[in-house]
């Protein structure tokens, strides 16, 4: 499958999916269209070439898909940047995922769910700042005190681990997203080749990266078609 820069974005926004450690749509490489539906007999048989990439670069569908790819992206490193700026690392596996499937649902999240949030934000938010006033108590802690900080302690130690785990599946779906862009556009820019193939009388097309002289470029003839 022809790799679009969606998936370079996804690479780069994965960094920001680690908690303690930390289109422009460009086709890459070299794609042979397969070979199209036979000219009639009488007609020349004859070779062409395509600008793959430039013909997805100024695609109409370009520009949708790369807002909706950034859109999508800035969602999820948007939740995950809540949770952890959130003490959401105080809370249970459960907890933390019933949070995060809150803030994801945003504008449309219910007033019942808005309170669910709250709550879960208020216990967090109480076990941090527990958890940093016994840390810094001067003098002994009585045993109740030791048995909280223990369990605060545990349960950060727990909660890391679990974030990161959120922020790996964001990476996951962050990728797949991607996929399936480039998916949409490959196939579209496709169709749009095949087209002025067959109304040239075109046998078979290459990709321009790949030939170095052709008599017949269609890449102008494409890109009008894919910006109608």
């Not at 070299?30 to 036979?38: C, E, F, S």
Request: aromatic share 6%; with cysteine.
């Amino acid at each position: 499958m022809i790799l679009l820069q969606y998936r370079m974005r996804a690479l780069r926004a994965i960094q920001s999916f680690r908690l303690f450690a930390p289109v422009a749509l460009t086709l890459l490489g070299g794609v042979g269209i397969p070979a199209l539906t036979p000219a009639p007999a009488h007609a020349q048989q004859q070779f062409g070439i395509v600008d793959f990439q430039e013909c997805a670069k100024q695609s109409k569908l370009k520009k949708d898909l790369d807002g909706q790819f950034e859109t999508f992206k800035r969602s999820m490193l948007s939740v995950f940047n809540r949770l952890k700026e959130g003490n959401a690392i105080y809370l249970t596996k459960q907890e933390m995922t019933e949070l995060a499937a809150i803030y994801e649902k945003g504008d449309k999240t219910t007033p019942a769910e808005k309170t669910r949030a709250t709550d879960l934000q208020k216990k967090a938010d109480q076990s941090a700042g527990t958890l940093n006033r016994l840390s810094g108590t001067v003098g002994v802690l009585k045993d109740d005190e030791k048995k909280e900080l223990e369990r605060l302690n545990a349960l950060q130690n727990e909660g890391i681990p679990i974030l990161n785990e959120i922020g790996a599946d964001y990476e996951r779906r962050i990728t797949e997203k991607g996929t399936i862009f480039e998916t949409q556009l490959e196939k579209i820019v496709k169709d749009a080749v095949k087209k002025v193939a067959l109304e040239k009388n075109l046998a078979l097309i290459f990709n321009a990266n790949v030939v170095i002289y052709a008599a017949t470029d269609i890449t102008e003839d494409v890109v009008k078609l894919l910006q109608k």
